[in-house]
């Protein structure tokens, strides 16, 4: 994957601002400092590969030695892992394949559930202050919108399934809609026969 260099590097950029910058998680940075946790996403050829050190995480995309832990996942799991809680529940559910030491993924998912999460001060290095703060500010309305306008269509839709089921016929009146129908039919059949006779003796 050609893009590849451009994620790792933002990525490695990300890791280093999120995990790096907050003296307060240097204890759980400690426990991670000269492992190997590589991540190999079921979309993408090229595994993303995190080398812990004291100042910052490198992330590779090559390594020749065996890594710590290995873990393979699909994309969309990867946010999971900023619930540390579910890590367990992921990997008996199966979205998660973790070989070699489990610690490691796990204390990769504990710094960064303590690690404090600001997207504006994130994209500042790259945008300005401002700028980042203006862009994290209409994402969170968006995403404030999108919730709304979900759960809006979701009463809706409840709503709309009631009133139906309110109008749905009982079976009382389903039998009785198909007693008249075939009357119908009947009565019908009964008038082409006369029709047929008032023709044949003409």
Do not use: H
């Not at 809006?152 to 309110?166: I, K, L, P, Y």
């Not at 059949?189 to 006779?197: G, W, Y």
């Amino acid at each position: 994957m050609l893009l590849m260099p451009l994620i790792s590097a933002t990525l490695e950029a990300v890791l280093k601002r999120l995990l790096y910058q907050d003296r307060a998680i240097s204890a759980a940075r400690e426990r991670l400092k000269g492992k190997v946790l590589r991540f190999e996403l079921a979309e993408w050829e090229t595994p993303v590969i995190l080398v812990f050190g004291e100042r910052q995480v490198d992330v590779l995309n090559a390594w020749d030695d065996v890594a710590d832990c290995t873990v393979r996942t699909r994309f969309a799991t990867l946010p999971a892992l900023l619930e540390r809680q579910r890590l367990t529940q992921l990997i008996k559910q199966g979205f998660l394949d973790v070989e070699g030491d489990p610690q490691c993924i796990q204390q990769f998912a504990a710094l960064l559930d303590m690690a404090e999460f600001d997207a504006a001060e994130l994209l500042a290095p790259w945008v300005g202050d401002i700028a980042a703060e203006g862009v994290t500010q209409a994402v969170a309305r968006r995403l404030t919108e999108a919730r709304r306008l979900l759960r809006t269509g979701q009463g809706r839709v409840a709503q709309a399934m009631t009133d139906e089921w309110r109008l749905a016929p009982s079976a009382l009146e389903l039998a009785w809609f198909c007693d008249e129908v075939d009357d119908v039919t009947r009565a019908g059949e009964n008038l082409a026969a006369r029709l047929d006779k008032l023709e044949a003796s003409r």
